[in-house]
């Protein structure tokens, strides 16, 4: 046999002789069948050590991609195009009702400017309670001896949970209505589980949340946008068809406004006396800054028709990976049998370390904090904003980490502009289903600097004027 095999790059003999055998199969340089050189030949011919040719024949032998027959030598085995390379007819497709649709929160390397909407900056983690929660997680990890967690959740986690929302949310809720999920998008996909059928009618906000639409459409789901206004979900144009409705009540997303107390009880008598399920999704309701916090829907809820959605990711940080969800009581039987045959249950270290820090107290404490700290962001890009009324609007938002702008006059290229400037900002006219140019943009104030702000609206002005 007559082969090349450079041993080129980086690490061990070995692993280089390993690599470059591999390269041969599959190059299709190693046909099927083929007799290798006996160890010692090859090890002469490429000045190597012969335990060097040993170990690696063992390895591809051991892989299945060689066997080794006794009084015979070393052989290439017959493989499958998918190892040799050979071109083979295309396989399993995209899905039924699948399409390919953009992957959101993948962010490129940060820009000057960090005005993402929606993210919190992991530096402001109370990183010492946070140390001292993990390690008493450790400490009740290593006491523990039942076989796995729970399928619902940690139960001291439920049980902080359903305090928290109770005296932070107005929501009344026991820990058996409470499920732990690995963020809000697990809640939306469980739900869509038990929920959707193909075909069936799905009603979003106008403009909204990207993921929830690709999450109800990715199960087949018809999905049909409803406008909002300045009180909330314009509830009289919602399909008389739907089986779902997604809505943020506590402040819309993206444009602000919270769902007045006429359209809730509009909504919910919407569907009172139908098969219809509300998910509500209260995305970062912890932080409102004018007036006082607005119940939850949720609260209101008195046929068992709502899906509370909440998460832990504005407040402490998305890595967590940690939510919850208020199962309405007829789906809380489905809802448990869909999360033990997706990932079963969340990490109960995680869980455990989160329960003791709400337990203690400091969870609450960095919650003040978080919510002066931005109180303070706000108020700061407010009146960085209004020095430039000429270029755009601020739309009223009394909660949340981001506010909205809506520009006096279109602004062609704007991701470009964006880009030069060192901006790290959202197109507004991404959350509209169908856009028609850009329309504003998302501006967050969770991520970025107190001294960035103003300079970084100034850098803002100069590019949407070029």
């Known amino acids: 046999m007559q082969i090349h095999l450079p041993l080129n ?26 007799r290798l050189p006996p160890s010692r030949a090859l090890a002469a011919e490429l000045g190597i050590a012969r335990q060097a040719v040993v170990d690696t024949y063992e390895r591809l032998v051991a892989e299945g991609f060689f066997e080794a027959r006794r009084g015979a030598g070393t052989f290439v085995r017959r493989l499958p195009p998918v190892v040799t ?9 995209p899905g039924r009702h699948w399409r390919p649709l953009p992957v959101w929160g993948d962010r490129e390397a940060p820009r000057r400017y960090n005005f993402a ?53 107005g929501l009344p809720c026991a820990a058996d209505e409470v499920m732990v999920t690995q963020g809000a998008m697990q809640g939306m996909d469980l739900l869509s589980r038990v929920r959707i059928a193909p075909g069936a009618v799905v009603a979003v906000e106008e403009p909204g949340y990207p993921p929830a639409r690709w999450v109800f459409e990715s199960y087949g789901a018809r999905v049909v946008g409803v406008p909002v206004d300045e009180q909330g979900l314009c509830v009289d144009q919602v399909p008389e068809a739907a089986s779902m409705i997604y809505v943020t009540p506590s402040h819309q997303f993206p444009l602000g406004m919270p769902m007045t107390l006429e359209r809730r009880l509009q909504l919910l008598d919407f569907v009172r006396g139908r098969d219809v399920l509300i998910v509500e999704d209260d995305y970062d309701g912890e932080f409102r800054f004018d007036g006082r916090s607005l119940e939850a829907l949720k609260s209101l809820d ?16 998305a890595d ?28 109960n270290l995680m869980q455990k370390a989160l329960a003791n820090l709400i337990e203690e107290g400091a969870f609450a404490r960095h919650l003040r904090r978080m919510q002066r700290l931005y109180q303070r962001r706000r108020q700061r890009l407010l009146e960085a904003l209004a020095q430039r009324p000429d270029l755009w609007n601020c739309l009223p938002q009394v909660a949340g980490i981001h506010l909205t702008l809506e520009f006096r006059q279109s602004v062609d290229k704007l991701e470009a502009r964006l880009l030069g400037a060192g901006i790290n900002a959202e197109d507004l006219g991404g959350f509209h289903a169908s856009s ?11 991520m970025i600097d107190d001294e960035d702000i103003e300079v970084g609206v100034r850098a803002l002005a100069r590019a949407l004027s070029a």
């Open 436 to 446: 028609e140019g850009t329309k504003g943009l998302l501006i967050g104030f969770g």
């Open 85 to 93: 390379g050979e071109q083979v007819e295309p396989g399993v497709g």
């Open 117 to 169: 909407g929606g993210v919190t900056d992991r530096r402001l983690l109370p990183m010492t309670d946070w140390r001292r929660a993990v390690m008493h997680a450790l400490r009740e990890e290593a006491r523990d001896r039942t076989l796995q967690g729970e399928c619902q959740g940690y139960l001291g986690l439920r049980e902080g949970i359903s305090h928290y929302l109770g005296y932070s949310r």
């Open 320 to 347: 967590l990976r940690l939510g919850y969800m208020i199962m309405p009581k007829g789906l809380q039987p489905a809802l448990r049998q869909a999360k033990s045959l997706t990932d079963g249950r969340a990490p």
């Open 9 to 34: 790059g980086t690490g061990t003999v070995p692993q280089r002789l390993y690599r470059d055998l591999r390269l041969a199969l599959a190059e299709g340089r190693l046909a099927p069948g083929e």
């Open 302 to 317: 008195r046929h068992q028709q709502v899906a509370y959605l909440g998460s832990f990711s504005k407040v402490l940080h």
